[in-house]
């Protein structure tokens, strides 16, 4: 299996790397496992802090080179790119901020004697991660964990390999002993591979749910504990007394925040009869305002998907959508610009029995249902596979609540779209996964709460 940059603007092959043979991916085993042992985890939490914030440094000055590097890769758009960096450098100096505190001994009241709880490392942890945030997936993953005194592996999407690469030189540049943290270069079959390795301990991944029932499937035969952060097909719903402005901007952004390619991105939008016709009215208006260009350059507002084949299979979800009765309000084609991009898109009278009403659209895509009251909207919201976030907007805050109470996801945002910031717990239910990454819970996913008990 081979790991290569291609730029999805104009289909340029940048860079090429082959998969580890036996003997690199068993050497990078004991390595890890050799750190853990006689290094990593005795480090205090001091110690640990210093390497972290120095990546989070390191990461701040070369802002520019590793967001270029994002968006050769996966053509996000520039200013987007650098967004990612800069919020992947804060999630690695909060955990070097906040780590000791989240996993200070706990003691426990008991009738005789003391008892207190522990959170002890497990040691090596192997993350499969996915290209569309190419730092910040694996630093949601890498920062707490090698805070709690685990040290990670990582095998990244094939498509961002120079991103991969890059964040691996940065841990080492901070001060990261060899075995820290690793990046692997491995094919499927590898994969299963490693985590049938006794060494490791942990499993976690972010991506599709096809990926994560084989990984979960997998570790699950080997008894190892893991994290899925999958896909979403979240809901964005509109109450008749919401801020229609600010509703159809936050849509606007919520859907195209990184050309729709983000678990998170708003992808159903659910709007009360009363506002559903000036609602689409001022979505399709501001949609037709994307123009696509190099996302190089800061002009650019339409970024190309991430590749050839993503275009095509988003391509394909319309066209089945369409052949089920969907109506398309704008788009629903190929752009005709070089590179891999899709027009803006909204579809709309989409029956239970199409295949769009049950799908992820991971792209510039929107589904667009009216309903006739705040019942029906948590209903629809609801009646779907996936579990992660969604958004309710409403001018009276304790209504959004009380719907947000209702709502079958991990997350609810009232009157704002998705968002992720590291204090924030990110995860899902449903087809969407288990676990959580981020904040205080983020850390305590791969520890051993360890009791000890003086009789």
């Known amino acids: 299996m081979a790991y290569q940059s291609t730029n999805p603007y104009n289909g340029k092959v940048l860079q090429t790397f082959e998969s580890m043979d036996a003997a690199q991916l068993e050497a990078r085993l004991h390595q890890a496992s050799e750190c853990f042992n006689n ?23 070369q ?46 009241a008991t009738a005789r004697g003391e008892a207190l709880v522990e959170s002890c490392p497990i040691g090596v942890l192997f993350g499969v991660e996915p290209w569309n945030y190419p730092y910040y997936q694996i630093a949601r993953f890498a920062a ?16 961002v390999p120079q991103c991969a690469l ?19 270069f491995i094919s499927k079959e590898q994969v299963a591979q490693v985590i049938d390795d006794p060494r490791i301990r942990g499993v976690a991944l972010t991506g599709s749910e096809a990926a994560g029932a084989v990984v979960a499937a997998r570790a699950g035969q080997n008894l190892k504990k893991t994290t899925m952060e999958l896909g979403g097909s979240d809901a964005f719903i509109v109450l008749e007394d919401a801020d ?13 925040g990184n050309s729709g390619q983000a678990c998170t991105a708003s992808k159903r939008f659910i709007v009360v009869e009363a506002l559903a016709d000036r609602f689409l009215e001022k979505f399709q208006d501001a949609m037709l305002n994307f123009a696509p260009g190099d996302p190089l350059d800061k002009q650019t507002t339409l970024a190309p998907l991430s590749s050839a084949e993503a275009l095509d299979n988003l391509l394909g979800q319309v066209q089945r959508a369409v052949a089920g009765g969907a109506r398309v309000v704008m788009g629903g084609a190929r ?35 009216r309903v006739a009251d705040e019942a029906a909207a ?45 204090e924030l717990p990110f995860g ?28």
């Open 39 to 61: 290094d990593w985890q005795g480090k205090s939490y001091a110690e640990r802090a210093t390497i972290l914030a120095r990546a989070a440094t390191l990461m701040r000055e």
């Open 63 to 108: 802002a520019q080179p590793l967001a270029e590097l994002i968006t050769l890769e996966m053509g996000k758009l520039i200013a987007q790119s650098l967004g990612e960096v800069a919020l992947s450098a804060a999630i690695l100096d909060y955990y070097a901020q906040h780590a000791e505190r989240f996993l200070a001994p706990e003691t426990l």
């Open 144 to 159: 707490p964990n090698l805070m709690a005194g685990n040290v990670v592996m990582v095998k990244h999407a094939s498509s």
């Open 166 to 184: 890059a964040f691996e030189r940065l841990m080492q540049e901070a001060g990261a002993p060899a075995g820290a943290y690793t990046n692997l």
């Open 244 to 256: 229609l402005d600010r509703a159809v901007k936050c849509a606007v952004s919520g859907r195209m």
């Open 335 to 369: 752009m005709d610009h070089a590179g891999a991009f899709m027009q803006p898109t909204i579809l709309t009278d989409i029956s239970a029995s199409n295949p769009a009403y049950k799908e992820e659209f991971f792209g510039p895509v929107a589904l667009f249902f």
């Open 378 to 422: 948590v209903a629809l919201a609801n009646d779907s596979p996936f579990g992660l976030g969604g958004s309710v907007f409403t001018q009276d805050i304790e209504r959004g609540k009380r719907l947000a109470r209702q709502i079958d996801t991990g997350m609810v945002f009232i009157n704002a779209p998705a968002s992720s910031s590291p």
């Open 428 to 455: 899902g239910v449903k087809n969407s996964g288990y676990g959580r990454e981020l904040s205080g819970a983020g850390i305590q996913e791969f520890v051993n709460k360890k009791l000890i008990r003086v009789a």
